[in-house]
């Protein structure tokens, strides 16, 4: 296998931890009347004319998975009607979240995005005849654990904990539920990969409960309506009999949740040879998922009949209608440069390529074959793609890029920098536009100060409208990791930010940057870092705490947890709002939840988070089920915040 392809293969350990509980206080003093974003009139009145209304009600406020603050209040003798305020933030001020509601009601749900209310308060509003007055707040405190969903595959199963390094266990088997994950744009629709599945099934929604068919994989897509989350359907491949793992790196929805592209690690499971890879289309109609096709590059052999190897499906992406789909295919050999130049050879070891596929009537149909502009061996150009909600403009990282070159468009712009190759994965990004049926290269992006070994371009990620670009860079100063950002005007590119994890000092190997995700509207942006090792729980816990325990030799002494970072933009301006953990860390140094963060996805409207640990030990098969049972390591979950 390409080096440049490799995941890291450090080992993994799975942990299992106690959550944190949130307490709701209460304060006095409050008025949403006079402090209400929309200057909607509450009719509150003051303390001298209080006793003449009637009594302000008592809340409490209830965390419920998942993503869901219960408010709740005392009913009050001849109230006409209760409204719910919020202040989301601490600043922005009370507005009411709620319609007028009967005195019969005494309960209200808010789902929300928690780590966007880390900070949040929330008032009830008694209306009598006379007059309303409100309930003194009720504050958001803690790390928020209880709110947390915790999602499991319906069959999920584990391996076991084999002894590995300096007496630290990892995990051999699993299902590895949580490889890969996409999310609708509403947030409503959730697709999760287990590669080490291993049941015999075919197509949609087969027989589960057994492991005739070791490591086939599986995708398990999930639905949520306004009161929970359910399975809606279990996806297989209908020709698995010879592929490996399927959704082991990438799959992805459709912003309209209604088309999955799922895409193979391109091994033979049976010989452990490489092939060319595919790529796997399940469309959705009135709740009913079916295969609609599987797709593969024009040139799967050369004259003699060799099969290419080329990693067709490491990376996959698709526009919000699912009708244009992009394939990265990192381990493709041609020494073609630009778009649609000569697929039919295998000379370049490793330089990579990426295919454009359209979809007209159900139909597929390869569109654009994409390379480098400066295409070199082992560029592994195509190991991460994406493209816009209107299918306008890809981006395609090529994490082993070598050029010397930095900044847009490769300054300095000679050809003498950028084909000058002794910068060994250094990585680069390379965004291409469409006009019609043609595509052409728009910018070729570095990272600004770039050196060996950074993996620029390893993760990316596009808003909406295709002009705001955050590129992960996993691997710079030393694997700590650092994320880029990049905006588009009028064709123009240039660095907006580049990101660190707050406790960067503490997440030396935590390659900050492994997975990340943008909303539509480019403002929200998640970023995962499979190898940081704070060990707390939910929202903002304590982002130094480490185990005692030293593991593989970090001077530290945290293990390999993970955690997601969230920042958000105002104007250009980024800032971190909340550091993201697992909800059932525990000090068991055997039962490691590790591999938090290696993927993750934000919905297009930023509502809602969902991260993936995929060597998880949880042993339950229910939505929300027991997070502590670890009997199952490396069965894997997804977490939504």
Partial sequence: MNPSLSRSNWPAIVLMSLGLFLVACSESGNN?????????????????TEDAIGDATELALELVADKTFRITWEPRDGAQSYRVFENPDGVTGYSPI???L????????????????????????????????????????????EAVGYIKASNAEGGYLSPG????????????????????????????????????????????????????????????????WQQQAYLKADNHERICCLGSTSLSLSGDGDTLAVGTNGVNRYTIEVFTGEVYIFTRTNGVWQQQASVQPGFLTDAQGNTYDKYFGWSVSLNYDGDKLVVGAPDEGSAATGVNGNQDD?????????????????????????????????????????????????????????????????????????????????????????????????????????EEDDRFGGAIALSADGNTLAVAASGDDGYTGAVYVFARNSGKWV??????????????????????????DGNTLAIGAWGEGGFSNGINGDQYA?????????????????????FTRNVSEWRQVAYVKATNNTADVENISVSYGEALALSGDGQTLVVGTNEEAGGTNQINGDRFDSSAPGAGAVFVY
């Fill in 98 to 100: 709620s319609e007028a």
């Fill in 546 to 566: 480490v185990l005692p325990k030293p593991s593989y030799g970090r001077p530290e002494g945290a293990i390999y947890i993970g955690a997601a970072y969230v």
């Fill in 495 to 520: 660095q907006q930010a580049y990101l660190n994890a707050s406790n960067k000092d503490l997440a030396r190997f935590a390659q900050f940057g492994s997975a990340i995700s943008i909303s539509a």
């Fill in 32 to 48: 949403p009347s006079n402090n209400t974003s929309d200057n909607t009139t509450a009719g509150t009145t003051d303390d001298a």
């Fill in 346 to 450: 295998d000379s370049v070891n490793g330089a990579g390529a990426a295919y454009v596929f359209d979809r007209t009537a159900g139909e597929w149909q390869e569109q654009a074959y994409l390379k480098a502009s400066n295409t070199g061996a082992r560029f592994a150009f195509g190991y991460s793609v994406v493209i816009s909600a209107d299918g306008s403009t890809i981006v395609v990282g090529a994490v082993g890029e070598a050029s010397i070159a930095s900044g847009i468009l490769g300054r300095p712009t000679s050809e003498e920098v950028i084909q000058d190759f002794s910068n060994d994965k250094a990585g680069a990004a390379y965004v291409f536009v469409r006009s019609g049926d043609s595509w052409q290269q728009e910018a070729f992006i570095k990272a600004s100060d770039p």
């Fill in 165 to 228: 390094q300096q007496e630290s266990p990892f995990i051999v088997g699993g299902d590895r539920f949580g490889s890969a994950i996409s999310l609708s744009d509403d947030g409503k629709t959730l697709a999760v990969s287990a590669p080490g599945e291993d049941s015999a099934a075919m197509g949609v929604d087969g027989i589960q409960d057994d492991n005739a068919d070791m490591d086939t994989g599986a995708v398990y897509v999930f639905v949520r309506d306004d009161e929970r």
């Fill in 102 to 145: 009967e005195p019969s009601t005494h309960l209200f749900d808010h789902r929300i995005a928690l780590y966007l209310r880390i900070n949040a308060s929330y008032l009830v509003e008694t209306c009598y005849a006379s007059g309303c007055v409100s309930s003194d707040a009720a504050f958001v405190t803690g790390t928020l654990d």
